[in-house]
């Protein structure tokens, strides 16, 4: 299986700050990178695909970018609906594989 | 809206079988648009796919787990179920279901997810 290694694990940031989250692969991936955003209770939310495209709905705030086995999520301006964890998925082979989560949490 | 909830029993005794059940609103599990997955999370794990059945009821399952999983769905309730046999306390997770829409482009993302079901196995 492709493993998915994620960092920070957890970080604290204050509104308005700029974000970055990255997953590293153990092998080269192709952009077949998603991230969710899931927060305690409720369903995870499909936020970006394929590296860098938008789910709908989304805000623009959100961007994803990367290449080979190394891939970022980056919020530009952390909104109070952003504390959450985030995770990243390979989908490139199977079985489909996802980083241990980044939790981002209010300064 | 597009609506999963997961059912089933919370607590499980070791080397019985874990049954868990997928109501989909919303959408026909029979469209050929999507297929219906299941993942979990242990605790303070990440999560993990475990496998999941199409519009044609083809099956497919993560290696580790395939001699004990079984997905299966009831086109008449508009639901599928996951059956884990011979579990463990490893067993121990928040089971998801989620929906895959069968694109190219979309690859295996998962698109809508239920909330989630604790599933704790204990004697």
């Known amino acids: 299986d492709i493993q998915m290694t994620q960092s920070p694990s957890s970080l604290s940031a204050s509104i308005g700050d700029r974000v970055a989250v990255t997953c590293r692969a153990s092998q080269v991936i192709g952009n077949s990178v998603a991230w969710y955003q899931h927060k305690p209770g409720k369903a995870p939310r499909l936020l970006l695909l394929a590296t860098s495209r938008l789910e709908s709905g989304v805000p623009s705030r959100f961007s994803g970018s990367g290449s080979g086995a190394d891939y970022t999520l980056t919020i530009s301006s952390l909104q109070p609906d952003d504390f959450a964890t985030y995770y990243c998925q390979q989908y490139y082979a199977y079985p489909p594989t996802f980083g241990q989560g980044s939790k981002v949490e209010i300064k | 809206q597009l609506q999963l909830q997961e059912s089933g029993s919370g607590l499980v005794?070791?080397?019985?079988?874990?049954?868990?059940?997928?109501?989909?609103?919303?959408?026909?599990?029979?469209?050929?648009?999507?297929?219906?997955?299941?993942?979990r999370q242990p605790p303070g794990k990440g999560l993990e796919?475990?496998?999941?059945?199409?519009?044609?009821?083809?099956?497919?399952?993560?290696?580790?787990?395939?001699?004990?999983?079984?997905?299966?769905?009831?086109?008449?309730?508009?639901?599928?179920?996951?059956?884990?046999?011979?579990?463990?306390?490893?067993?121990?997770?928040?089971?998801?279901?989620?929906?895959?829409?069968e694109n190219i482009l979309r690859g295996v993302t998962f698109d809508f997810w239920g909330q989630g079901a604790l599933v704790t196995v204990s004697s």
Do not use: E, M
């Open chain 2, 49 to 101: 796919w475990i496998g999941h059945i199409d519009h044609l009821g083809t099956t497919f399952y993560t290696p580790s787990l395939k001699s004990r999983v079984t997905i299966s769905v009831d086109r008449s309730k508009n639901q599928f179920s996951l059956n884990l046999a011979s579990v463990t306390a490893a067993d121990t997770a928040v089971y998801y279901c989620a929906r895959v829409t």
């Open chain 2, 13 to 39: 005794r070791p080397s019985q079988t874990l049954s868990l059940t997928c109501a989909v609103s919303g959408d026909s599990i029979s469209s050929s648009d999507f297929s219906w997955n299941w993942l």
